[in-house]
């Protein structure tokens, strides 16, 4: 029976007999067990997904200096992580003279293309080639390659196979496997999903291997052709208003993007150059359709793409 006293408050204060302490005691160090064997499981999580987000710091001297400095306030963390984040400190860090400063943008240099990938849209901003008649010779066979996640982007900002899953999209090559078929390695590199866009069925399998198939055949005439290619998102009208909408996909978000470009840099064996430039929607198009219709100018799909086409003028 337990004992009720009252401590000079109007409210009544149970006094716990010994039997009924231990029965309290008990449960609360059951209690307590179980919460210290779920907290168990999770500190590594946790430390696990700090560590993931911080990268590997011990490879750059500056950013190294400055987790120094700042360790007294974060405490000991082990900054060993898998060698797919080592992209982050080789390529970008390095470069920056604040080591604490976001990375905004990717850049991956590959043998047969390189790429400058958009972690918000989870898709290229661009991917640039240099083609020659030689280099797009070859009989290598794509049936044997499948598309892959690209390890060179963190896991959390990156495109996945199940993201295209059951979308009704294809998975379109900006760099086409077809201008790589000189070689195994350089094939293989073209199915990184940071190589690839969502794109329409039909566009993908005809107009856009249309506009692919035309340059490779500028190599006939050509010493060499630099050729940029990439999505935009393009706004539309609606009533007296104009929005920027498109669609995404997959639990990753990923951006299927309203329009595609392709800016074509021809150098003759004088070292002469032009420009040829093309913007198309990413819808059915007639493969009858010219592609003059879709012929438009490198001055506006830099300010469409928000990027700079050329290091150096190139006339147009």
Not at 57 to 72: D, G, H, T, Y
Request: some cysteine; proline content about 7%; glycine content about 4%.
């Amino acid at each position: 029976m337990p004992i009720v006293e009252y401590d000079g408050t109007f409210m009544p204060k149970q006094k716990t007999t010994p039997s009924s302490f231990s029965k309290t005691t008990c449960w609360a160090a059951f209690l307590a067990g179980i919460t210290i064997g779920v907290l168990s499981q999770r500190i590594p999580e946790s430390k696990s997904f700090t560590d993931d987000l911080i990268r590997d710091a011990s490879k750059n001297e500056l950013v190294r200096e400055w987790f120094s400095k700042i360790q007294p306030y974060v405490g000991n963390f082990s900054f060993s992580i898998p060698s797919d984040h080592n992209i982050v400190y080789n390529d970008y860090l390095e470069e920056q003279p604040h080591p604490a400063q976001p990375i905004s943008s990717f850049i991956i240099h590959r043998q047969g293309y390189s790429v400058g990938y958009d972690a918000r849209m989870r898709n290229p901003s661009w991917v640039y080639e240099h083609l020659t008649a030689d280099s797009i010779k070859g009989d290598v066979d794509r049936s044997q390659y499948t598309f892959k996640e690209d390890e060179k982007i963190p896991q959390h900002l990156r495109a996945t196979i199940a993201s295209y899953k059951g979308q009704g999209l294809d998975q379109g090559h900006m760099a086409p496997a077809a201008d790589h078929r000189s070689d195994p390695e350089l094939m293989n590199d073209t199915f990184y999903l940071t190589n690839v866009c969502p794109q329409c069925p039909q566009f993908n399998r005809e107009y856009w291997l249309k506009l692919e198939k035309h340059v490779r055949d500028l190599t006939k005439d050509y010493k060499n052709i630099y050729v940029i290619t990439g999505p935009l998102y393009l706004p539309h009208q609606e009533g007296k208003r104009r929005f920027v909408k498109y669609q995404v996909i997959g639990q990753d978000n990923v951006a299927v993007p309203s329009h595609f470009f392709k800016v074509i840099t021809l150098e003759d064996r004088h070292g002469n150059r032009e420009v040829q430039a093309y913007v198309m929607p990413n819808t059915v198009i007639p493969v009858t359709t010219p592609l003059e219709k879709f012929r438009t100018t490198a001055d506006k799909v830099e300010k469409a793409a928000g990027i700079i086409l050329f290091n150096q003028p190139v006339s147009d």
